[in-house]
């Protein structure tokens, strides 16, 4: 059974920094492409930044320059570090993959930010 547990959100100012984690289980990790995407309030939900198996990566031009996405293949873990945050940014969080042709998502963690 996939599961994806994200982590690491919470309430930052204009600016500032955090960094989210999403732990893979029930997947062969080191092979999972994995996705992060988001959700701001009354809006659909957004692609955000992709790493792929061979560590290539991907994001929307909205984050570009200010996000950056890794991962731990020995920790089964992705993560997304996420920079000089605007309160644009404020939104659910959700790691997201696909596993024999079926997408999987987490929880999701909340992110605001806001002086």
């Known amino acids: 059974q996939v599961q994806l547990v994200e982590s690491g959100g919470g309430l930052v100012q204009p600016g500032g920094s955090l960094r989210l984690s999403c732990a893979a289980s029930g997947t062969i990790f080191s092979v999972t492409d994995m996705d992060w995407y988001r959700q701001a309030p009354g809006k659909q939900r957004e692609y955000v930044a992709r790493?792929?198996?061979?560590?290539?990566?991907n994001y929307a031009d909205s984050v570009k320059g200010r996000f950056t996405i890794s991962r731990d293949n020995a920790k089964n873990t992705v993560y997304l570090q996420m920079n000089s945050l605007k309160p644009e940014d404020t939104a659910v969080y959700y790691c997201?993959?696909?596993?024999?042709?079926?997408?999987?998502w987490g929880q999701g963690t909340q992110v605001t930010v806001s002086s």
């Open positions: 790493i792929i198996s061979g560590g290539s990566t």
């Open positions: 997201k993959t696909n596993w024999f042709r079926r997408n999987y």
